[in-house]
Structures are given as structure tokens and as C-alpha cells.
């Protein structure tokens, strides 16, 4: 089809994602005059930095002290040495301007009794590399991601951003150079689609733990954005690494805040006893996220776990007292009323290691740009590409990351994609053509759902799918059982031709989205199983029984996922910082 | 369960319907979007709403349930009277089924200028603000955008238009409540109408169907003593 046949809309920059990393790259954009176009297939505060609980972290020292060294330091140990160090100290280091920013955007931070921003203490978090606990994690009572987003929203109002609400991105429109020069859209209402030509693309399309059948995430976290990079024949980073958050609530999944144990909560098995000790003796509660869920596991494996099917453990917030439960973790409090039936005030929470967070994702460098192996040289930028938040692997959180530092991640490199697109604008001031067939196979995509006659459905193959990464790629892996899961996951993709929707009207059709997202969540599920299948050693969240150490000499490496035949290349960990000393990888215990 | 659910379908060219359901699921534990969910995934994948974050957080899937404006997430299954009978928010345009047209309101929620307002040179470091000054803006900025209060408010019935809406109106009172914000008489002065604020008559619906728990007529109601202070 020629592209001219379908509307089209010109901006300097188009962006895909209306959460945090979204709307602080839009603002980045509209304050320096550039004409930009957000695409949001939700309504911008309906997206899933919505529900970050605990806060963002920065070396403010309001409470402890502190410096970004630590913070960075931290980060590092947390990422298993998997992280790049140079990419890292940007984070650290940016991280106060980055929450100063936000309070003097008006996000309404908690304060402590001196009128500065209220900090707790978080998970992996630690005083002079390693030492006494450090209390790092900035919070507006336990909604922090709420008043990040609808303070970045709200930003976004006052410099009058062009939102494409309810719109929901194909596939990238790339050239035969490689230049990315925008996206093919779909508006959800009228079900018609729409060419975004842009001379940057920015993809902010948050996570994909729906490919799990048990996640803390929203539906819509589907993975979008990836699923169009591997269509466009381009890697995933680290795919194996996925967090599972040690306090999910069971079946549910909802996210309980490590802000909870935080503020003095205590995780206890069935027999009483507060187990943390035994696994971290340093940390206790407030170890790493990985080890924390880890440890949950054990006790529930070891037939210590809570309630009549002993699959749960709990968290026992009680004896920090009504008055404060309230003033501080008030959305827990709710979730967990809700959702668990306990009230923490007076009973004690059941909560079960839940997967939360993609670790790995589109490959960057610290400015946002989408980078890729070429040829046999090292990797280039793809020229207009770029992916930040979630969606990207920049790689600041590397094996495992640490609570606070999501947010922080969204807010520093939404700011720093953005700064560099004003760059590249500058440097690429004409518009190249748009080739034609591109926005024909997304079409086709879209077409293809037109099909009438199947005998599968998307939520059932949905459903097989999300069960087959929950049983076989958790948090604990053996070889066999990643084996097992890749060769169920290929039945059921390959059933994914007969799969036709009996809905095929145009206007506001939600299961064709839902049949869209399935791709992109099938192909997300694969490169998991396949880069975690490879990865014969055990770090951060990835652990495998069957190899249970770590292995530097032959891991301390970046899996890149390729779709075409299911390649896999490495690359390495970026040790050396940007002016500080390498963290030499070390022991990491707590 | 049986429900009873609102269907429009705006490329049939048919007027809008009840359709029934019955769903084989067990009550316990669940929440009306579950059963949405079931719905759509077992027995009629062309049911239409929305849905994001599940958990009461994000503000997509306020619906009418048997009269009452709830988020279908958050609301559980248990103890409804059959049929459960699930309609729009009410008063807003339907696009398909339980989606409604959300532009007007949200239309409201800019005019209010919901953003920090500031011109002082910003510090090096976070401005300070007293914990009981920031205790003020508890209650306020919670809101979820969700709809569920403005489209319960006949005044929003009447005059959806002009009146702005409690939803509205709880966010203008937000950023006058901070103290870091300086545009507290330019913000008076947009909200003094007859139509923007003064159609609020304490009717209290807001209050009973926030689902945070909010109270958009009391901030409203605020809002209307700062303006008689202000005109002494």
C-alpha cells in the first residue's frame, strides 16, 4: 500500500509510552520548542508508574548520611556486576537533581519535621560501601509513582505536549540505512490507522510482565515496544533477568512496597519465626530483592509457608502502630484490605515472590540511543531510535534491581533521551522518505486479525503461554524444566496462525489490541527461554539450580536475543565508570 | 452469577441494549473486573471496557454497578444482588459499551490549571515545606482522574459544560492548598463563576463514591470560604 493512503502526521519527534520515561522525555522536548507527538495506548496517568509504591532513590542525606558514591556503589552489588558502571554513575549521580526537579515541578513529596523530603530506607541500601543501613528512598507516603506521574502529566499540560491518547503503536517504520523515522499507529476509537512520521523515534513502553501468569503489573504492560524492535530485526538485552518481587499478594499479585519492611515490617514463616537472618544476616529483611524472594521460596519449598496450601509467608507490619500505618503506607493498607482481607493494623500480610520488574530489554547507551551489534564491529546506534524506562536495558539495574531505583531510572534517562534528541534534530534536519513497505507489513499485522476462520482463541493461548513461563521460568531454573518450557512455548506459537477473532469491528475493539499485544508477549516469552536456557550460571534473579555459582570468567557478559533463528551474541559489562574507579566484581552477600 | 450488562455497539447502527450473562465463577475473593474478564475471555470477546492497573490505582474502570459508581476492580463480587447489573458512568457520551467519553472531563481537569504555579528562581536544593503544610494536600492529591465522583454529581448532570465537576474542583483546591504554589488569587479568581464552582450544592455524592475515600465537597467547600474571606 502507498503510505500516502493512510492519514499521516509529521512531528520532530514521536513517543510511544505515557508513563514516567515518557512524559519527562515529552517535556524535555516541548520546553525546547520541538514539535512532539505522544502516543499513549492508555490515558497517560493510567500507566503503570502508576502503581510504584515506595519512592525513588537519590544521595540526598536528609536523613543519613550519604553520597551518590554509595548509592552507586549499591546499584552495582545490586545488579550482580551485570550493570554498566559508566551508565550507573550517570544515574547516581544525576539522582538528587533528578528529585529536586520533581519537587520543584510540585510533586508532592512527604516531608520530614525540617520541611526536607521524607527518606526510608530500602532494600540493598548501605552506608560507605557495604557498611550500616542507608536511608536513601524518597517517598510521597507510599504512592509514589502516583504523584510522579500525574506531576510529569500535569507538567506536560502546562507545556502543552500533543497527546495521542488511546492510541496504540504498531510497528517502527525503518529504512533501508537503518534509520527509524516513526511509528505506524492505530487510534483505538476509530480502529483506523494512522502513519506518525518523526525524525526520532522514542520508545517508553514500560515492561512485559504479562508474560508471567502471576505478575504485580497492570494488563496493558505487554511489552509493545519490545515486540516492535525484534520485528524490526533488532536485539533484546538480558532477557533472562526478570525480577520477582519477594511481596506480591498470592494469586492476586498485587505489589506490597518494600517501603513495608522499610518502615520495620518483618517477614515471618509458619512457625513463627522471622527468617531473614538465616539468609542475610546483615540486611536481614531489607537484603536484596533477588535474595529476599529467594529466601521466601526456600521456606515455602521446605513446607514452612503460610495458610492451607503453605504458599505464602508472612509480613507482619503490626507493631509500628496504627497511627503511622496510616500516614505511611495508606495504599498498602488498602491493597491489602482489599485484596489479602487483612487489615496490616491488626494481622499480618501473605505475601509470595511475584514477577515485577524486566531487568533486561531494548539495548541503549546512556543517552537513550537504541544501540545494535553491526556486523562484526562494535555497536552502533540505530540513527533515530531511541528507549528509555522500562523497556530499555541501559543496563543500570544489570542481574537485579534495587527498589527507588525505577523511578530514578524513568526521570534520569527520559531527561537524558530527550536532551539527546534535541541534538540529533539539530544534526538531521531533513526529513528522509518514508519506504512504503514497511507501513505495508505493519498494516498487514493489523489485517491479519480480519481473518475469520481459526480455531484458537487469543486469551487461551494467552493464558497457555503465561503458564508455561510462570511453571518454567521462575524463580528458580534448571536446564530441564527451561528445555520443557521452550518446547511447550513453541506448540503453542505455532498454534498462534489459527488463532482469528470473533470480534471484528473497527471502533474501540479490545480484542483485537489484546490479539496485537499476544505477539508482542509471545516473542518477549521466547527470548526469555532462549537467553535464560543459554546463561549456564546463576545471577541475580536469574538462578539456575544446576548452576548455582556464579561464573565471571564466562558470564560476566550482556546476552543479546536476535528473533531471526533465535541468535544469541554477547557483549560485554561496561566496568569502567564514567571518572570514578571500576567496582571490581566481588562476593555479594548481605 | 448472572449479569446484566450495557451494550453499545456504534457500528451496528442499533440503539443501545441490556445483555445477560451468566458466568460460572466463584464468588470469593473476586472483584466485578474479574468476572469482565471471564466474561470477555470466555463468552463474548466483543464486551468492551477498560482496564489497566487492577488493583484501584490507576483510575480506567469506573463503571455503574447495580446504581452505584465504583471501579470494577476494587469492587468485590460478593454480597451484589443478582443480576449484577453493570452500566457506563453515567451522563458521558458512550463510545461502545462501558467506555465513555472521557474528553469533557478531562477538558475540566486542565481548565483548572492542575500544576504547581512558582516563578520564584528555583533553589539549588528542594524548597521546604512544613509537614503540616504538606498534610493540607492530603486528601487531594490522591485523585485517580477515575470519574467516578463528576459523573454522580447531578449538577455535572445538568450542567456538564459549565460546572466543572468535583473531580475538577478537588484538583484546583490541591494546588491552592500547596504553599509552595503562588496563583492562589488567579486561581480564586478563574473559580469564582457562577457555573464553574457555585453549581455545587453539597449534594455529597462525590463523598460516597470516591473510591480513595476522597471528599471533593469539602475542598470545594473550602475553596467557597477562602473566596468570602477574600471579598472582606
Redesign the interface.
Known amino acids: 500500500m502507498n503510505p500516502a493512503r493512510i492519514p499521516k502526521r509529521t512531528f520532530d519527534a514521536v513517543i510511544v509510552g505515557g508513563g514516567g520515561a515518557g512524559l519527562r522525555a515529552a517535556l524535555q522536548l516541548s520546553q525546547a520548542n520541538l514539535k512532539v507527538g505522544l502516543l499513549s495506548k492508555?490515558?497517560p496517568?493510567?500507566?503503570?508508574t502508576?502503581?510504584a509504591q515506595g519512592g525513588i532513590t537519590a544521595a540526598?542525606a536528609n536523613v543519613s548520611e550519604d553520597n551518590w558514591h554509595w548509592h552507586m556503589y549499591d546499584t552495582v552489588k545490586g545488579s550482580d556486576y551485570l550493570g554498566d558502571q559508566d551508565a550507573i554513575e550517570f544515574m547516581c549521580r544525576n539522582a538528587p537533581a533528578a528529585?529536586?526537579e520533581l519537587?520543584?515541578?510540585?510533586l508532592?513529596?512527604?516531608?520530614?519535621?525540617?520541611?526536607?523530603?521524607y527518606q526510608r530506607p530500602f532494600g540493598g541500601q548501605s552506608k560507605n560501601y557495604g557498611g550500616e543501613q542507608a536511608i536513601r528512598t524518597c517517598a510521597?507516603a507510599d504512592?509514589t509513582g502516583?504523584?510522579l506521574l500525574?506531576?510529569l502529566y500535569?507538567?506536560n499540560?502546562?507545556a502543552r505536549t500533543q497527546f495521542f491518547e488511546e492510541y496504540f503503536a504498531l510497528d517502527l517504520v525503518r529504512d533501508d540505512e537503518g534509520y527509524v523515522l516513526g511509528v505506524v499507529g492505530l487510534e483505538i476509537?476509530t480502529g483506523e490507522p494512522c502513519l506518525f512520521e518523526a525524525r526520532a523515534t522514542l520508545l517508553a513502553t514500560g515492561g512485559a510482565c504479562r508474560i508471567f501468569r502471576h505478575s504485580t503489573n497492570?494488563?496493558?504492560n505487554t511489552g509493545d515496544g519490545l515486540g516492535m524492535v525484534l520485528r524490526a530485526g533488532l536485539p533484546l538485552e538480558d532477557m533472562e533477568f526478570w525480577q520477582f518481587h519477594p511481596t506480591g499478594i498470592p494469586?492476586?499479585g498485587?505489589l506490597i512496597s518494600e517501603g513495608v519492611r522499610g518502615e520495620g515490617g518483618i517477614l515471618y514463616n509458619k512457625d513463627g519465626e522471622a527468617f531473614m537472618p538465616r539468609y542475610a544476616p546483615n540486611a536481614k529483611d531489607l537484603a536484596s530483592r533477588d535474595v529476599v524472594a529467594r529466601a521466601i521460596a526456600q521456606e515455602i519449598r521446605a513446607g514452612r509457608g503460610c495458610g492451607p496450601h503453605g504458599d505464602y509467608v508472612h509480613l507482619d507490619i503490626r507493631k509500628l502502630g496504627a497511627e503511622k500505618i496510616k500516614a505511611r503506607l495508606p495504599?498498602i493498607r488498602?491493597?491489602s484490605m482489599?485484596?489479602a482481607?487483612a487489615d496490616p493494623i491488626d494481622a499480618p500480610i501473605p505475601v509470595t515472590p511475584t514477577a515485577h520488574y524486566m531487568m533486561g530489554g531494548i539495548p541503549t547507551n546512556l543517552h537513550g540511543q537504541v544501540v545494535t551489534p553491526v556486523r562484526t564491529g562494535p555497536e552502533e546506534a540505530v540513527p533515530g531510535l531511541y528507549a528509555m524506562g522500562e523497556c530499555a536495558c541501559v543496563s543500570v539495574h544489570g542481574a537485579n534491581r534495587l527498589g527507588g531505583n525505577s523511578l530514578l531510572d524513568l526521570v534520569v534517562f527520559g531527561r537524558a533521551a530527550g536532551q539527546h534528541v534535541i541534538d540529533y534534530l539539530r544534526d538531521n534536519p531533513i526529513p528522509r522518505p518514508l519506504p512504503g513497505e514497511q507501513v505495508d507489513k505493519a498494516l498487514a499485522r493489523l489485517a491479519r486479525w480480519d481473518r475469520k476462520q481459526g480455531s484458537e482463541?487469543?486469551?487461551g493461548l494467552r493464558?497457555e503461554m503465561q503458564k508455561i513461563m510462570q511453571d518454567h521460568c521462575g524463580v528458580y531454573r534448571t536446564e530441564a524444566l527451561l528445555k520443557e518450557g521452550l518446547e511447550q512455548l513453541d506448540k503453542v506459537e505455532a498454534r498462534l496462525p489459527d488463532a482469528a477473532?470473533?470480534?471484528h469491528?473497527?471502533?474501540?475493539?479490545?480484542?483485537r489490541l489484546e490479539a496485537l499485544e499476544l505477539d508482542n508477549l509471545m516473542g518477549i516469552a521466547r527470548a526469555t527461554l532462549v537467553s535464560a536456557l543459554a546463561r549456564t550460571e546463576s545471577r541475580g534473579a536469574h538462578t539456575r539450580e544446576d548452576h548455582p555459582k556464579r561464573d565471571d570468567d564466562r558470564w560476566l557478559r550482556h546476552t543479546l536475543y536476535f528473533r531471526e533463528n533465535d541468535t544469541l551474541d554477547y557483549k560485554p559489562v561496561r566496568l569502567k565508570p564514567l571518572t570514578v574507579e571500576t567496582f571490581q566484581p566481588k562476593e555479594r552477600t548481605y | 452469577m448472572r449479569f446484566r450488562i450495557y451494550r453499545y455497539d456504534p457500528e451496528s447502527g442499533n440503539a443501545p441494549r441490556m445483555q445477560d450473562y451468566d458466568l460460572a465463577m466463584d464468588p470469593a475473593g473476586k472483584k466485578v473486573l474479574d468476572a469482565l474478564i471471564a466474561i470477555k475471555d470466555t463468552l463474548d470477546e466483543s464486551l468492551a471496557f477498560r482496564r489497566s492497573c487492577r488493583e484501584g490505582v490507576c483510575g480506567s474502570d469506573g463503571v455503574n454497578v447495580n446504581g452505584t459508581n465504583v471501579l470494577a476492580c476494587i469492587t468485590a463480587l460478593e454480597g451484589l444482588k443478582e443480576p449484577i447489573e453493570i452500566r457506563p458512568l453515567p451522563r458521558l457520551g458512550v463510545i461502545r459499551d462501558l467506555i465513555v467519553d472521557m474528553a469533557q472531563f478531562y477538558q475540566h481537569y486542565r481548565a483548572v490549571k492542575p500544576y504547581l504555579i512558582n516563578l520564584d528562581p528555583e533553589p539549588e536544593n528542594e524548597r521546604l515545606q512544613a509537614p503540616e503544610d504538606r498534610a493540607e494536600l492530603d486528601g487531594l492529591w490522591e485523585c485517580i482522574l477515575c470519574g467516578c465522583c463528576t459523573t454522580s454529581c447531578p449538577s455535572f448532570w445538568w450542567n456538564p459544560d459549565k460546572f466543572l465537576g468535583p473531580a475538577a474542583l478537588l484538583q484546583g483546591y490541591r494546588f491552592i492548598a500547596d504553599t509552595r504554589d503562588q496563583a492562589t488569587n488567579e486561581r480564586l479568581d478563574f473559580l469564582e463563576d457562577p457555573y464553574r464552582l457555585f453549581r455545587c450544592h453539597g449534594i455529597m455524592n462525590c463523598v460516597e463514591v470516591c473510591p480513595k475515600g476522597l471528599n471533593p465537597t469539602q475542598a470545594i467547600g473550602k475553596i467557597k470560604s477562602l473566596l468570602v474571606k477574600r471579598a472582606l
Open positions: 492508555v490515558f496517568t493510567r500507566s503503570h502508576v502503581s540526598l528529585v529536586y519537587e520543584h515541578m510540585g508532592p513529596f512527604s516531608r520530614l519535621d525540617n520541611g526536607k523530603i510521597a504512592r502516583h504523584a500525574h506531576t500535569q507538567r499540560i502546562a476509537e497492570a494488563h496493558i494469586e492476586v498485587s495504599g488498602e491493597l482489599q485484596f482481607g482463541t487469543v486469551a493464558l477473532l470473533a470480534d469491528s473497527r471502533m474501540f475493539n479490545t480484542a
